[in-house]
């Protein structure tokens, strides 16, 4: 089918609009034989707050971006290669359910759908197009990925040291690398992760020993935590500077 639809008259007007939505601030979307799989509003898990995103599958990108005028406006446009995309279920939780994590060398998420069926679909098209691509490349599935983000809420005290509470003046901070919720003491040091960032970022105190002193241990994972960026900005989620 997707084939089928590569170069028809539907699939490039379809396009056609998710550019004109975009904007002129939006990168150009049509090329030969791409195909847009389909679209939807998917909750993704930013930094502050769960957020309303718009997402548009196509066979080999994902995009995504803050909705303005639903169906008529969005801005702030991101493009994900499906090549190096893989993707793992979340359990529900709360108010949080029916979620999956979009993991990528530069840059990792969870999103969550309004209803499993909907998740199912979802993840199950992903998964196609990243196959397919692969299949078609010869290429084997992306091995590394960024660390998931520990949304502020997850965490009063900072995740390595545990003495030191957040506060208006005690901000808190990312791990380029593991992704926990730090203090400034804990996280001053920064690390080339050229998959993430032409320049040295933010990581915790433990993990750029870990990064400086050889292979890393398995100890660096998350105990105890529900679960858990192409970043340059180096404190906000580059969706918007409150994520």
Sequence with gaps: MVDRLANSEANSKRIAVVEGCFGAAGQPLAIPGRVLIGEG?????????????QFFLFNDILVYGNIVIQKKKYNKQHIIPLESVTI?????EGDLRNGWLIKTPTKSFAVYA?????????MNHIGKCVGDLLQKSGKSPSGEHAAVWVPDSEATVCMRCQKVKFTPVSRRHHC?????????????????????SSKPVRVCEYCYIQLTSGPRSDSIGRPGLKFGNN?????DDDDDSSD
Excluded: F, H, I, N
């Excluded at 926990?180 to 992760?193: A, D, F, I, N, T």
């Design 41 to 53: 509003v998917l909750t993704k898990l930013c930094r502050k707050k769960p957020k309303a995103r």
């Design 88 to 92: 793992d279920t979340v359990p529900d």
């Design 114 to 122: 309004a209803t499993a069926t909907e998740k199912s679909e979802w």
């Design 176 to 196: 380029r690398k593991c992704g926990y919720v730090v203090c400034g003491p804990c996280s001053e040091k920064k690390y080339l992760l050229p998959s993430q």
């Design 231 to 235: 970043l340059t900005d180096d404190d």
